[in-house]
């Protein structure tokens, strides 16, 4: 049983562009969240997708935004890139189904740095 | 606003003795969960429990147990003769339920754990 995969692991941009990372949820799990990981930092979440739709927002401009596809799999897009956006992103999936036991599982993560 | 605080940065112990990781939170809500991942270095964060805001009662897991107290707002973590293989960074978190699902977690700082052999 494959667990939440991302891509790439690994990426460097440089400022100003824009960047796409990707998850695929852990199989039976429908709802997609990223957080972002500073160096040193506990990670901070950015938003939530379920049924296609962005359910919740953390503190984050809109040069964030996402997707999720009907397979539930996501996408994170950052427009503009700051050097300030070199993190750690994790994908992390869950059953909304199964609300008062539901557990996030977490992917390996896409280390982004700009430069 | 929820907010998770890990007061210790950085621990570190020789193999065998035991550790104890500290974790206060606060929220206004009445149902919520706490959980603690652990982060090796390759980054994956790794769940280790769960504990629901209407249960007290601690747990045992392994070498692992966790203390939940709601009078003081804290859900400790105890490793009892540690391991090398429990050098890693360890993170409390937080989330409450609304509408139809769960919120997104509210991760603390974390604690960097080293067990020097």
């Known amino acids: 049983d494959a667990g939440v995969t991302q891509s790439p692991t690994h990426l460097i941009k440089t400022r100003g562009q824009q960047v796409t990372l990707r998850c695929s949820p852990k199989s039976g799990h429908d709802t997609v969240s990223w957080y972002q990981q500073a160096l040193g930092q506990g990670p901070q979440f950015i938003f939530q997708y379920y049924e296609e739709e962005e359910r919740q927002r953390g503190n984050f401009p809109d040069r964030f935004s996402g997707h999720q596809f009907p397979n539930y799999s996501s996408e994170l897009n950052v427009n503009a890139l700051l050097l300030g956006d070199s993190a750690l992103y994790l994908c992390a999936s869950s059953a909304q189904g199964l609300r008062w036991n539901t557990e996030a599982f977490f992917g390996q993560g896409t280390r982004l740095t700009v430069v | ?117």
């Open chain 2, 1 to 117: 606003a929820q907010k998770v605080t890990q007061a210790q940065t950085e621990i570190s112990v020789v193999e065998k003795e035991d550790v104890t990781l500290d974790c206060v939170y606060e929220t206004r809500d009445t149902t919520y969960y706490l959980f603690w991942y652990k982060q090796p270095p390759s980054g994956e964060l790794v769940f280790l429990i769960r504990r629901n805001s209407f249960d007290e009662q601690n747990e045992i897991s392994g070498r692992y147990s966790w203390n939940f107290q709601k009078s003081t707002s804290s859900f400790n973590f105890t490793i009892t003769a540690s391991q090398v293989v429990d050098s890693a960074v360890y993170f409390c978190a937080l989330t409450s339920y609304s509408g139809g699902g769960a919120d997104g977690l509210t991760f603390g700082k974390g604690t960097h754990l080293i067990i020097q052999p």
